[in-house]
């Protein structure tokens, strides 16, 4: 968790909220955050897409993993207001029309996950990874995919479940 | 967190004249580091000014046969972009051996130059840090340093800086250009981070209210023979106990050119003329490399935790020269050393 200090929050008074529009799951959204309004926080406290989860909060397990402008991010160490007109692409954003994205389906097939939390952001990520086409052998994916810890240790699942992915993309 | 304002900057110019109108304001560009401060409260500005717009994100060639590369040129496009690939492969490894994809698609090329240590007493505000709090002592020097400095360190901080990227750039003899108030200049790489002396709170000689606008590299890249050998507590995504940057040109099984740095051991990027000098001329085998080794580890000073890295330092080194002049330089894929 990270530390807050309430007399640092009170050091000047609070600047006003800033208004921004992102484009999240292709839909138009408009919003007011704080200069310091992190865009994770702005997705899941201010918009309830909480699919994307905080787990460090400083970028070093890649839970909040999220497609900006089809680039793979970690939500948590970006700021809302810098992303104003950018389009967003969360876990909730994957599907269409009911029918899992090919990732989503490839997790269940090889059971690439045991408590889950880590999984929205296993499969941004890997979304991420396939698009920018540099993995092709398992060292690879393994090396590209290393900004996502996974506690429960389903790796060698998640692996699989990328390959499978690949082979259908 | 701080609350803080917020403003982008509409051209290098307005950029410089927005940070000189506010003594407390920072630059954020990709705000991989500085976010993460601002979180653990060591970072406190008043203003963010947002750089991130700015037109300063293309690599383009020089008339020297060189290469510009914007201010704001992210970590993942930089290493595979393919004038880096084909003319500085040095350089696309040792970025893509740092950090996670994620944050290299964020990260910036100014903000890999100007991240701060990750010294555990820099983040812990409880603790007594120079280079956070200049004056209140150096909680490194008898605590934990396994991470810390070997080489150049000072009574009053023994943090390294942490980049791969300015490893290679380093032993490329890259330029930095920078804007400011009293107008345009370039900084030799080797210049412009500095060693902690008894201002560790500099980590660079940046003057304030400058602004970094590109990184050149000369045209001499080392396109067969180089290496980029990290050495890491884990096998991906963690920070340098040691990394060689080293490029050779040979001819026949002479060392012609040679560049070595070290990465993980000091307040900045490590070089030394006399270890390049003692390669130059000489065959390229175990005992010159030897003898390169022993020169950039001559004033190697060990702490409680830390002093195992001049032995795997001596051994990284002669391992990176020997994969660079057999042309196999370290995969940052496949880890296995060989």
Same mark, same amino acid.
């Given at each position: 968790m990270a530390r807050t200090s309430t007399a640092a929050r009170s050091t000047i008074p609070a600047?006003? %909220?800033?208004?921004? +529009?992102?484009?999240?799951?292709?839909?138009?959204?408009?919003?007011? +955050?704080?200069?310091?309004?992190?865009?994770?926080?702005?997705?899941?406290?201010?918009?309830? =897409?909480?699919?994307? %989860? %905080?787990?460090?909060?400083?970028?070093?397990?890649g839970?909040?993993? +999220?497609? +900006?402008?089809?680039?793979?991010?970690?939500?948590?160490?970006? =700021?809302a207001v810098m992303k104003d007109g950018a389009e967003v692409t969360t876990i909730e954003g994957l599907a269409t029309n009911g029918v899992l994205h090919a990732l989503q389906q490839a997790f269940i097939d090889h059971d690439a996950f045991q408590c889950g939390y880590c999984t929205p952001g296993q499969i941004c990520s890997a979304a991420g990874l396939i698009a920018e086409g540099k993995a092709k052998s398992s060292d690879e994916i393994r090396e590209l995919m290393s900004g996502n810890i996974c506690r429960c240790g389903a790796y060698p699942n998640i692996v699989a479940a990328i390959q499978q992915a690949m082979g259908q993309s | 967190m701080i609350n803080f304002h917020y403003a982008r900057a509409t051209d290098v110019a307005d950029a410089v004249r927005q940070i000189a109108a506010d003594p407390r304001a920072k630059f954020i560009a990709g705000g991989t580091n500085l976010i993460d401060?601002?979180?653990? $409260?060591?970072?406190?500005?008043?203003?963010?000014? $947002?750089?991130?717009?700015?037109?300063?994100?293309?690599?383009?060639e020089t008339a020297e046969g060189g290469l510009?590369?914007?201010?704001?040129?992210?970590?993942? $496009?930089?290493?595979?972009?393919p004038?880096?690939?084909?003319?500085?492969?040095?350089?696309?490894?040792?970025?893509?051996?740092?950090?996670?994809?994620?944050?290299?698609?964020?990260?910036t090329t100014d903000g890999n130059l100007l991240q701060r240590t990750r010294c555990y007493y820099f983040y812990d505000t409880a603790t007594p840090c120079n280079k956070r709090e200049p004056g209140s002592g150096c909680s490194a020097i008898a605590g934990l340093n396994?991470?810390?400095?070997?080489?150049?360190?000072?009574?009053?901080?023994?943090?390294?800086?942490?980049? $791969?990227?300015?490893?290679?750039?380093?032993?490329?003899d890259a330029t930095v250009h920078v804007a400011g108030p009293a107008g345009a200049r370039g900084i030799a790489f080797s210049d412009f981070h500095r060693l902690p002396e008894n201002t560790p709170q500099c980590d660079t000689n940046l003057q304030p209210n400058e602004i970094i606008t590109a990184v050149e590299l000369p045209a001499r890249g080392f396109t067969v023979n180089y290496s980029y050998l990290k050495i890491r507590d884990r096998l991906s995504y963690a920070f340098a106990l040691v990394s060689v940057a080293t490029g050779l040109e040979l001819e026949g099984d002479t060392i012609k050119e040679a560049r070595l740095a070290l990465g993980g051991v000091a307040h900045k990027p490590w070089r030394d003329p006399s270890a390049e000098a003692a390669l130059r001329g000489q065959a390229a085998n175990q005992s010159t490399f030897t003898r390169a080794a022993d020169l950039m580890l001559r004033d190697a000073k060990g702490f409680e935790h830390n002093a195992f890295k001049i032995d795997l330092a001596h051994r990284a080194i002669i391992r990176a020269l020997t994969q660079a002049s057999r042309g196999t330089p370290q995969s940052q894929s496949n880890k296995k050393i060989r």
């Open positions: 600047p006003g %909220k800033i208004p921004i +529009v992102l484009t999240i799951n292709g839909i138009a959204t408009q919003l007011e +955050v704080a200069p310091w309004t992190t865009l994770l926080d702005a997705l899941r406290d201010h918009l309830d =897409l909480t699919g994307t %989860k %905080k787990g460090c909060d400083h970028g070093q397990c839970a909040c993993t +999220v497609l +900006v402008d089809g680039r793979r991010i970690n939500s948590c160490l970006t =700021l | 401060l601002l979180k653990e $409260d060591v970072e406190r500005p008043s203003r963010l000014i $947002d750089i991130s717009r700015l037109p300063l994100k293309s690599v383009e510009r590369i914007g201010a704001l040129v992210p970590n993942s $496009d930089l290493a595979y972009h004038l880096i690939t084909q003319r500085h492969p040095m350089l696309a490894s040792a970025i893509l051996a740092g950090a996670s994809a994620q944050l290299r698609n964020m990260a396994r991470m810390h400095a070997i080489l150049g360190a000072s009574e009053a901080c023994i943090a390294t800086h942490p980049s $791969d990227m300015c490893v290679a750039l380093a032993a490329l």
